[in-house]
């Protein structure tokens, strides 16, 4: 059974950067599509960004565009989120997830196996 676990979570100002890991264990990495997902107190979980299985495609949300960044080393079973010019709004519970199909990046239901989560706060 695979699992994901998320690290490098934590609290910066607005403006400033943190950078997300996911280190998967007990799959085959490489085969599958991954994702982040973000919650925010209140609101329902939202899509952030994902990658192909190679790493050679990627998608994000409007929102993240040009700040945040999804990259893979399958070699290391970890994908990271680096984020930049973080905003308050980015404040949340940002999930690592596996996409097994490699299909419908931004629906949650298309990802069968998520991590704990690690939390994000940008205070202004």
């Known amino acids: 059974q695979v699992q994901l676990v998320e690290s490098g979570g934590g609290l910066v100002q607005a403006g400033g950067s943190l950078r997300l890991s996911c280190a998967a264990s007990?799959?085959?990495?490489?085969?599958?599509?991954m994702g982040w997902f973000r919650q925010a107190p209140g609101k329902e979980r939202e899509f952030v960004a994902a990658i192909s299985g190679s790493g050679g495609r990627t998608y994000y949300t409007d929102s993240v565009k040009g700040r945040f960044t999804i990259s893979r080393d399958n070699a290391k079973n970890t994908v990271w989120l680096q984020m930049s010019s973080l905003k308050p709004e980015d404040t949340a519970v940002y999930y690592c997830?596996?996409?097994?199909?490699?299909?419908?990046?931004?629906?949650?239901?298309?990802?069968?196996?998520w991590g704990q989560g690690t939390q994000v706060t940008v205070s202004s």
């Open positions: 007990g799959r085959t990495f490489s085969s599958y599509a």
């Open positions: 997830a596996v996409n097994p199909a490699g299909r419908s990046y931004t629906r949650a239901y298309e990802y069968d196996v």
